[in-house]
């Protein structure tokens, strides 16, 4: 039961993330800062790739 329940914990928080890094790598200030001199904000990479991370071992404990 507690596997279960943690495992939604993360699908949840680990969605939350993966949209919020992606909110923050499609603003403009991030725009613009790619179109100047190509770098990608690190919050942006940090919230899709934590994201995704939580997601799967959220999925692995639904299991």
């Known amino acids: 039961m507690n ?29 613009i800062g790619r179109a100047l001199n190509g770098d990608t904000p690190i919050e942006a990479w940090a919230g899709m790739v934590g994201g995704a991370i939580c997601l799967l071992v959220g999925l692995t404990r639904l299991k």
């Open 3 to 31: 596997n279960k329940i943690i495992g939604i914990v993360l699908v949840v928080a680990g969605a939350a993330l993966a949209i919020w890094g992606y909110n923050i790598y499609d603003s403009a200030s991030a725009q």
